[in-house]
């Protein structure tokens, strides 16, 4: 089986010969997407061990199922990359491989009218779903800060949930918001962002930053201003928004590569997300 490890804080094509528990779900992938998470991992700046599999964005088909499952060999699936010991590609092996073996309880069936491309977009929609639960609300005056498809995607969900007094920009304006949603956040930006909010805003910790970062604190508290993390929202309602596609999310579709031309493709497009298939789609080709 091919698969892509980090070695040595480089993603390497491996070639392994995988043993499965029967217990678990196989996964043979068809679609695995590249995440700001995976380019962390291979850089080091995410510690994980040197021969782990990475990647956590899939979609694909059972071949095995254990006994008395509710799930069937042939179906099509995603996963929910979350697991109550850590992350998918992080702290067990993950998507960017051949076939990937995961407990039942991630494994999420997808609908056949949901192609296989779309699905494995589910959990970075289900990630932007997360802004949806906090304490925001669609008459108020918000700002996706930063720039590339995170913010992107987060402002189109925002957008389709009915949200009209918002902006997206990756550059802070002249203005004041009830709400602000950082998508790279660093401490330089910090002072700028927190007097960007109006008394009693909120500022929401979209990024999933393994750096540091230093807010002011004294200007919080005096403003009374509100910091909340937005982590997941529903895999099954991102299903549902990707089969409806209001956002039309083949926008945020980069080339999909085979497993050689994915790893020399493997730094963090912004712009569009780069998809890897076993299944030797040529490069550029993108599925409808």
Same mark, same amino acid.
């Given at each position: 089986m091919y698969c892509i490890q980090s070695i040595n804080y480089t993603p390497t094509v491996m070639t392994i010969t995988p043993s499965f528990s029967p217990q678990n779900v196989w996964i043979q992938v068809h679609y695995a997407g590249l995440c700001r998470t995976d380019v962390m991992a291979a850089k080091g700046i995410i510690p994980v061990p040197k021969d782990r599999i990475l990647g956590h964005e899939c979609s694909g088909i059972v071949t095995h199922a254990?006994?008395?499952?509710?799930?069937?060999?042939?179906?099509?699936? &995603?996963?929910?990359?979350?697991?109550p010991h850590g992350f998918l590609g992080l702290d067990m092996n993950g998507v960017f491989a051949e076939h990937v073996e995961v407990p039942e309880h991630m494994v999420i069936p997808i609908p056949t009218q949901l192609s296989l491309q779309k699905a494995a977009f589910t959990e970075p929609v289900a990630a932007a779903l997360a802004v949806l639960d906090c304490d925001i609300h669609t008459n108020e005056k918000g700002l996706v800060l930063g720039k590339g498809r995170i913010a992107k995607l987060t402002f189109e969900i925002l957008k389709a949930h009915g949200f009209q007094y918002l902006q997206w920009s990756d550059a802070i304006p002249q203005d004041r918001f009830d709400f602000i949603i950082e998508t790279n956040i660093t401490s330089n930006d910090a002072e700028q962002v927190v007097h960007a909010l109006k008394r009693k805003g909120?500022?929401?910790?979209? =990024?999933? &930053?393994? &750096?540091?970062? =230093?807010?002011? &604190?004294?200007?919080i508290v005096q403003r009374e201003l509100r910091i909340q993390g937005a982590h997941y929202g529903s895999f099954e309602q991102a299903i549902d928004l990707l089969i409806k596609d209001p956002i039309h999310c083949q926008q945020f579709f980069g080339p999909v590569h085979s497993i050689h031309d994915f790893v020399r493709h493997f730094n963090d497009q912004?712009?569009?997300?780069?998809?890897? =298939?076993?299944?030797?789609?040529?490069? =550029?080709?993108?599925?409808?």
């Open positions: 254990p006994k008395h499952s509710t799930l069937e060999k042939g179906m099509p699936v &995603t996963i929910n990359p979350l697991y909120t500022l929401i910790l979209k =990024s999933r &930053t393994y &750096t540091e970062i =230093s807010l002011p &604190t004294k200007t912004e712009e569009h997300k780069i998809f890897y =298939s076993p299944l030797n789609i040529g490069p =550029s080709c993108v599925e409808s």
